[in-house]
């Protein structure tokens, strides 16, 4: 009776397991013909990212939804595979795509607490769901998930399926995949990680945004010793090994910028050509863009930029405290986080909160728990916002937001953001593949490409294409032009009545065309503009590249009145770099699929041979030879401490100091830098092109030419070099000494005055030109 008493339980339970079973068992009849294809994973095809690269063949930029980068598991270093292993499935390699060790494991936990609270999901459930299904915690999407890792091992093998895994799991930071992740946290390569960061990297799948290690270092901490021990116990590593990765350092790249060099603008400029040509399959294809950049050259203009542009800026004092939070009494990491929660760093120059203030030393805390104290030198710049006479709106005190600089040895001091923009563009004139481009001092703040995109005046750097032309209607280098007082009319200037100045305000009576362009006279430039016509500039600008439409044919034209953006002047004065060619820019070598296949290869004109001749060599040969002297002994001159002879440029300020420039080059590179303000200001007194743009030029300059040997400047043919009178053009005999000046052989200087035949002003009376030019 007893034992009948027994046997029913069993019987019943039986049943119902039974029961179960077989339910369970139609339900997968039904379910399982409906389950997806496994393509997506027999073909995968995962979302990669446009990458941008430089011409030799660095990273520079990347855009798409997803960060990735596709490993083949036979390049995951082994500590890795056994971290993620021991993190989120011991036995992958023993089971059959469900372990029902954990499921059963998982439901007893769930039926304790009411719930669906833990799960018992593979790797290949998880890869399962990553791939087909939602995240919800539902009996019917785990139930899905399980028939699928059944279809999935069925097909895959055990590598296959790890290799998926590593591949498409996200992991935060906009990252799919380990190693996408290496190189996110830690700016390494999968086969680069020690242990310990491959532990923490293991423990981010659980939960990516609670154990980030840059979010949240404490808790990825915990996470990584839970891995570390886990693997310990699965004697997948050995007590000496746990704790040297135990105890280990781990460097978390704090910096987002994963590239080796800061070429935003140029990038995003990248990104907009091939957006225009693929669509949206640009950000998912994973095609490759090869370009003209080079890395070097990059580095030396950005870090030029940067530093001229800090140099301008400190030049015209501390503004103050970017804003104020107030702060407890009682201070905690967390609070301060939250404080600066809103001011992202600029590269170098760090956003801090002041906590305690006074005369003789700041103390201020920066994002990711580091405290700062500044004294002494670092103080110097803020100095006169530091004492209780200081605007209240300005001082520095506590709570105030301000910026943070390491100096040469390491040690802080106050700095700011600058108000003022810049830009440099620099290119090969042979054939137009830019070398560098700098958009502005900080594209994550302004992401207008003040290197393509602003235009405005180039004062005294537009006068060599003024010049130029004159040599095309008959002037020469040693054409004598009166520097004297000129007042013009309404009428004659399109729009005000208008009396031009030289910088100095000086004037110094008659002088060679040469000196005028050497020493930038504004008067000289006016009459020689007068005397070759506005209309002919007009159209003679156009060779180099310039818009009519944007250089309205009046006298003002001279002094560099129209608009240019940087990129056009680097192209219009590569056409006196190479000899008179007009060269088109461009900054994509080639494109390739994911495969590799070319899409599409770029097929640049060179100088020489197939591009466009638009002024005669000679032209451009003495033009070159006066924009040497510009640099030698003109308004150029510092150019002089880089200890070359090789290299010819011009200055260019426009009125009231809105706009500084300086454009120069070899035979080999051509560089413009612009600064000024986005709303158009004055930068200051005296921040001249010479003061202001000149030094970023120079920067980038020596840092890029360094060791590159001397291009020498030769006469090509048609070009007669001949002694002259300095003071008067005329040409003197080899016994009466004089300057050797160079002319076309058949426009040789004059032995006594005249006005070269008539040729200037064509058919206007000679006396009319001789009283414009005196």
Same mark, same amino acid.
């Given at each position: 009776m007893e034992i009948r008493w027994l046997i029913l339980p069993l019987v019943l339970f039986a049943s119902a397991v039974l029961a179960?079973?077989? /339910? /369970?068992a139609f339900a997968a009849a039904i379910v399982f013909p409906t389950l997806p294809s496994l393509e997506a994973l027999t073909d995968y095809q995962p979302k990669i990212p446009l990458r941008v690269y430089s011409a030799d063949g660095k990273l520079i930029g990347e855009f798409g939804e997803e960060r990735r980068a596709v490993a083949k598991i036979h390049d995951v270093p082994q500590s890795m595979v056994h971290a993620i292993l021991a993190a989120e499935d011991e036995r992958f390699y023993q089971h059959r795509g469900v372990d029902y060790v954990g499921v059963a494991r998982a439901?007893?936990? &769930?039926? #304790?607490s009411g719930g669906v609270r833990q799960g018992a999901s593979t790797i290949t459930m998880q890869v399962a769901r990553n791939f087909f299904l939602s995240k919800e915690k539902t009996l019917t999407r785990k139930f899905n998930e399980m028939l699928l890792a059944f279809k999935i091992e069925a097909n895959l093998s055990k590598d296959q399926i790890l290799e998926l895994y590593i591949n498409q799991i996200y992991l935060g930071q906009r990252g799919y995949g380990f190693a996408a992740a290496a190189q996110i946290y830690f700016g390494k390569r999968l086969a680069e990680l020690t242990l310990a960061e491959s532990a923490m990297l293991a423990g981010l799948p659980k939960a990516p945004s609670r154990y980030n290690p840059l979010a949240n270092p404490k808790r990825a901490k915990l996470r990584q010793q839970y891995v570390l021990r886990r693997m310990r116990e699965l004697e997948l590593i050995s007590d000496e090994e746990l704790a040297a990765a135990d105890q280990q350092p781990i460097a978390v790249k704090k910096e987002m910028n994963d590239?080796?060099?800061? $070429?935003?603008?140029?990038a995003e400029m990248v990104r907009q050509a091939l957006y225009e040509r693929y669509q949206e399959d640009t950000y998912t294809k994973g095609i490759r863009v090869y370009t003209t950049l080079l890395t070097s050259h990059q580095e030396a203009a950005y870090s030029a930029l940067r530093r001229g542009v800090q140099n301008y800026d400190r030049r015209h004092g501390y503004r103050g405290s970017e804003g104020y939070v107030e702060l407890p009494l009682k201070l905690t990491e967390e609070t301060l986080e939250d404080a600066l929660q809103e001011t992202a760093d600029s590269d170098d120059i760090r956003g801090a909160i002041v906590v305690e203030a006074g005369p003789k030393q700041v103390r201020a805390y920066r994002k990711g728990g580091e405290w700062l104290e500044i004294k002494e030198d670092g103080l110097r710049f803020a100095a006169r916002m530091l004492g209780g006479k200081a605007n209240p709106a300005q001082r520095? !005190?506590? %709570?105030? #937001?301000?910026?943070? *600089? !390491?100096?040469e040895k390491g040690r802080w001091h106050i700095t700011q953001l600058p108000a003022v923009e810049a830009s440099f563009a620099a290119l090969d004139p042979r054939d %137009?593949? #830019?070398? $560098?481009?700098? %958009? %502005?001092?900080?594209? &994550?703040? &302004? *992401?207008?490409n003040h290197a393509t995109q602003a235009l405005r005046q180039a004062g005294s750097s537009f006068k060599p294409f003024i010049y130029s032309a004159a040599l095309e209607k008959g002037f020469t280098s040693a054409t004598v032009i009166n520097d004297a007082p000129l007042t013009f009319t309404a009428a004659q200037t399109g729009s005000e009545p208008w009396e031009p100045k030289n910088f100095d305000g000086k004037f110094e009576g008659p002088m060679r065309l040469r000196t005028a362009l050497v020493k930038s006279k504004n008067l000289v430039s006016v009459r020689i503009l007068q005397a070759i016509s506005p209309q002919y500039a007009q159209d003679y600008v156009t060779r180099f590249g310039f818009d009519p439409r944007l250089h309205p044919p009046y006298l003002t034209m001279a002094l560099g009145a129209g608009n240019v953006t940087p990129m056009q002047m680097v192209v219009a004065y590569a056409t006196f770099a190479n000899g008179g060619y007009r060269i088109a820019p461009y900054f994509i070598e080639r494109v390739e699929d994911a495969r590799g296949n070319v899409l599409m290869a770029a097929k640049p004109v060179a100088a020489g041979s197939d591009a466009e001749r638009v002024i005669d060599e000679r032209n451009a040969f003495i033009m070159t030879s006066i924009l040497r002297d510009v640099v030698r002994v003109g308004t150029g001159a510092r150019v002089m401490k880089l200890g070359r002879g090789d290299l010819a440029g011009k200055t260019g300020t426009t009125n009231e100091f809105v706009d500084a420039w300086f454009c120069g080059y070899n035979a080999e590179l051509v560089a413009v830098a612009w600064i000024g303000f986005d709303t158009p200001q004055t930068l200051g007194r005296n921040e001249t092109g010479s003061q202001a743009a000149l030094p970023i030029w120079m920067d980038y300059m020596g840092a890029v030419l360094k060791g590159v040997p001397e291009h020498a400047l030769a006469p090509p043919n048609g070009v007669v070099a001949m002694r002259i009178n300095p003071d008067t053009g005329l040409r003197v005999a080899e016994a009466e000494g004089g300057l050797v000046d160079y002319f076309y052989h058949e426009s040789p200087p004059p032995e006594h005055e005249t006005l070269i035949g008539g040729v200037i002003g064509g058919d206007r009376p000679r006396e009319e030109v001789r009283n414009q030019l005196f």
């Open positions: 179960a079973i077989i /339910l /369970l439901a007893v936990s &769930n039926f #304790i590239y080796p060099v800061r $070429a935003e603008h140029f520095i !005190r506590r %709570g105030a #937001i301000i910026r943070v *600089q !390491r100096d %137009g593949a #830019i070398r $560098a481009m700098v %958009g %502005g001092f900080d594209f &994550n703040r &302004n *992401q207008f």
